[in-house]
């Protein structure tokens, strides 16, 4: 029962820091501070990698420092496959890059396909 409440209180004591990294993170992006906000985010999902909330935070910190998001959206909808906000966050994210000019033939799946996607999990 020890070793029960021991792995209990370290697995609630990772989840508090990746939160408090959580709403750091978001705190120095509206401050616009990119920088520290992309490692307070990093901070987050390496305290708490199961968690899509805390993957698409690292995904949408490193789409806003110009950094390579895809692998980060892949992993969140494999983390909650039933879930529109992941999809929809990184179908979102494909548009932005689109319309900066950063659009690549050789993404998979299609920008669209992501969009499809969260519209099967949640249609509106």
Same mark, same amino acid.
């Given at each position: 029962a020890t070793l029960v409440f021991l792995l209990c209180a370290v697995w609630m004591q990772r989840v508090v820091g990746a939160e @408090?990294?959580?709403?750091a993170a978001f705190e120095?992006?509206?401050?616009?501070d990119m920088a520290d906000s992309l490692e307070k985010a990093?901070?987050?999902n390496?305290? @708490?990698s199961q968690s899509a909330r805390m993957t698409l935070l690292l995904a949408?910190?490193?789409d806003r420092a110009g950094q390579d998001s895809e692998s980060l959206y892949k992993r969140a909808t494999q983390?909650?496959?039933?879930?529109?906000?992941p999809w929809h966050?990184?179908?979102?994210?494909?548009?932005?890059?689109e319309k900066a000019g950063q659009v690549s033939t050789q993404w998979n799946p299609p920008t669209l396909?992501?969009? @499809?996607?969260?519209?099967?999990? @949640?249609p509106l």
């Open positions: @408090d990294a959580r709403r120095l992006a509206q401050k616009g990093e901070e987050a390496s305290l @708490d949408g910190a490193k983390l909650q496959p039933t879930s529109a906000i966050r990184w179908g979102q994210s494909r548009i932005e890059r396909q992501l969009l @499809d996607e969260a519209l099967k999990r @949640d």
